[in-house]
């Protein structure tokens, strides 16, 4: 451990049952030559004493405004300003809360707010708690924010009940703040396009023809791409999420296929890796109205469709030495033929197929169950996970290739 050495770093510990496994953090952190400033909320100390983690990390805990015998105050922008990083282990439902919607009742959410240094937040609550959607709006708002999530694990929960909700441990937290510092960034240098979320294609100027894809699991990509020092063009159909937060994702906005066509057509030359997870509509109506059908009076109107181009199609016909084509394939039947398939037909180096058979995999959900294939032959299914896990996944394939 060489890149943590060093380096300040405010450990926010929030009140819950993990908060055991903060003083193995500390404890981490300082031997691998950090210098470290636990911010406690009040709940914390029910958990663990502050007496632990002063004497873990050799400096006094903060947990209020002010020192209460000597009326010492405690800036919190002082503190922000002297992090070179800002770890939240454990991150309960409530302060996720607090910080995803600017809540500044305590010197921990103050702290955050003043904080100029990246921000790691790993959650620890029961599974209910974090499957709740609150819960999840909460963490993405995070994320978008261009805090780092590290996604909590499944296992068995203070609660007795087994599910998502177990904080990382302590090792791996280190370990990820390791790989931040010593810039290990295995994408660097690399350009990466992506396709995310739906095409809309037009019927008139009030309807169109679309699909349920909610844009999770290409923005998803891009924001691990990002973390691990790619540059990304991502290239959004029309999505509810918000833009990403980080400077190395620029986001080009589009609505139709031919549009998106458009957009990747000019970054692809450019792109080292160019990965098409948008579900692009495949037939457009041949002639929308420029004024809205009337249904008053009206038979129903037969709409004839044109298809659409083949994005991915495309792009491997023009693939030139040393660029990586990654397709997916949204199956509901004879799953891997109609992705190799796939695969072959359009020159890709590897296609990541979903299936709407398998529970909690492809649309709007935030975790995906894909099973990779690769053109020098190789299947690699994958369990259920977040989609943001699955995103790792997929770019540790690209790197195999
Ligand atoms: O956005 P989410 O809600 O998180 O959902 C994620 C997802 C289910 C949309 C994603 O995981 C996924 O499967 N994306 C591809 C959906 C799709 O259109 O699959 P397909 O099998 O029809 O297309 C095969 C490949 O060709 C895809 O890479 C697709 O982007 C591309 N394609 C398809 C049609 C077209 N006209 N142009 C294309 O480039």
Known sequence: MTAIKGKHIILGITGGIAAYKSAMLVRLLVKAGAEVQVVMTPNAKEFITPVTLSTLSGKPVISEFFTANTGEWHSHVDLGLWADAMIVAPATASTIAKMANGVADNMLVTTYLSAKAPV?????????????????????????????????????LASHLTGKGRMEEPERIV???????SGNCDYKGKHVLITAGPTYERIDPVRFIGNYSSGKMGY???????????????????????????????????????????????VFPDADVAIMCAAVADYAPASPSDIKIKREGNEPPEIRLVKNPDIARTLGEKKHEGQILVGFALETDHEGDN??????????????????RDAGAGFSTDTNKVTVFTADGRTLPF??????????DILDTILSL
């Open 220 to 266: 998803a990509i891009a924001g691990e791409a990002a973390s691990r020092g790619a540059t990304v063009t991502l290239v959004s159909g029309p999505v509810s999420i918000p833009a990403p937060a980080d400077s190395a994702i620029s986001v080009v906005r589009v609505e139709s296929a031919r549009q998106m066509l458009d957009a990747c057509e000019n």
């Open 339 to 356: 992705a190799v398939a796939k695969m072959k037909s359009k020159n890709l180096d590897m296609i990541v197929l979903n299936s709407l």
């Open 175 to 181: 370990e990820v703040l390791e790989a931040y510092f």
């Open 120 to 156: 790691f937040v790993a959650p620890a609550m029961d599974l209910d708690m974090m499957a709740h959607p609150s819960t999840v709006r909460n963490i993405s708002l995070l994320r978008s924010y261009g805090n780092h999530i590290i996604e909590a694990q499944s296992g068995e």
């Open 383 to 392: 369990p259920l996970k977040d989609k943001h896990e699955v995103a790792g």
